[in-house]
C-alpha cells in the first residue's frame, strides 16, 4: 500500500501571509490532485498535476507536482479565512491501479 | 443542482443496530466510492463500484456490505454496527479511473 504523508499537520496563520504545504511519497504517482474540504462538507478537487515538474496556478494558489513526481506542494500567497479548511492530497500509482489520500494539513487562516 | 447527495446527514446508532447509508448522484457517473474519514487518518477507501451490478472491496471493508442495483445509487449498509464505525463517511463518484472525483457532504455516524 502506498503512504502519502503530508507536513505540517495544522498551521494556523495571520490573513496576508504566504504559506506551502507539502505531499510526500516514496513511491512514483501518475498524477497527483489536490483538494480543499471545509467543516461540514466533502473535499472539493482544486487540481491534477501530471506531468514531472509541473506548475499550475489556481488565483493565489500554486501547485507543483515534483520532478520525480514522488511529492507536490501546494503555496498558499497572501493566505485569507477564506482558504481556511483541510488540504487534502491524493494520488493515483503509477500502475493506475490504486488511488490513495493523505491525512491532510488543517489550516486556519485568521483574520 | 448536479451532485452527490448523501442522507441521511447524521445518524446515531446503539451498538447491534443495523441502517442503510444511501447516496445518489445525477451526473451519469460509472464509477461510485464509499469512504470514511477518521481524524489524522484520511480518508481510506470502504468499497466501489465500476458500474451497475459490480461491486469490489477497498481497503476497509469489514462490516460493511453495498448495493449497486441502480446506476445511480450506491448504499452502504452496516449489519450490525459496533463503535469502532463511529466516522464520517463521504461518498463520492466519478467518470472513471484517474478519477476526478465528486463528493457528497457527509455522513456523520455515531454508534454507541
Known amino acids: 500500500t502506498q503512504l502519502l504523508e503530508q507536513s505540517p499537520q495544522f498551521l494556523s496563520i495571520q490573513e496576508g501571509e504566504n504559506l506551502t504545504v507539502y505531499c510526500n511519497s516514496s513511491s512514483v504517482f501518475s498524477s497527483l490532485q489536490w483538494y480543499r474540504q471545509e467543516p461540514g462538507e466533502g473535499p472539493v478537487l482544486l487540481v491534477t498535476?501530471?506531468?514531472?515538474?509541473e506548475v499550475k496556478k489556481l488565483k493565489r494558489l500554486t501547485f507543483q507536482f515534483g520532478d520525480a513526481r514522488k511529492d507536490s506542494s501546494l503555496h498558499i500567497t497572501a493566505a485569507q479565512p477564506g482558504d481556511t479548511g483541510l488540504y487534502l492530497c491524493?494520488?493515483?500509482?503509477?500502475?493506475?491501479?490504486?488511488?490513495?489520500f493523505g491525512p491532510g494539513t488543517r489550516l486556519s487562516v485568521l483574520p | 443542482n448536479a451532485g452527490v447527495t448523501q442522507t441521511p446527514k447524521f445518524r446515531v446508532l446503539k451498538t447491534g443496530q443495523s441502517m442503510t447509508l444511501l447516496c445518489a448522484q445525477d451526473?451519469?457517473?460509472?464509477?461510485m466510492y464509499w469512504y470514511r474519514q477518521d481524524p489524522g487518518m484520511g480518508l481510506r477507501l470502504i468499497h466501489y463500484s465500476v458500474g451497475e451490478g459490480t461491486t469490489a472491496k477497498g481497503e476497509v471493508p469489514d462490516g460493511y456490505n453495498v448495493s449497486r442495483l441502480k446506476k445511480q445509487n450506491f448504499l452502504l449498509g452496516l449489519e450490525s454496527a459496533a463503535p469502532s464505525q463511529t466516522s464520517v463517511y463521504f461518498c463520492?463518484?466519478?467518470?472513471?479511473?484517474?478519477?476526478?472525483?465528486?463528493f457528497g457532504s457527509g455522513t456523520r455516524l455515531t454508534v454507541v
Open positions: 451526473m451519469n457517473h460509472e464509477y
Open positions: 498535476v501530471v506531468t514531472g515538474g
Open positions: 491524493a494520488g493515483v500509482d503509477n500502475y493506475g491501479q490504486n488511488f490513495v
Open positions: 463520492a463518484s466519478s467518470y472513471g479511473t484517474g478519477p476526478r472525483y465528486t
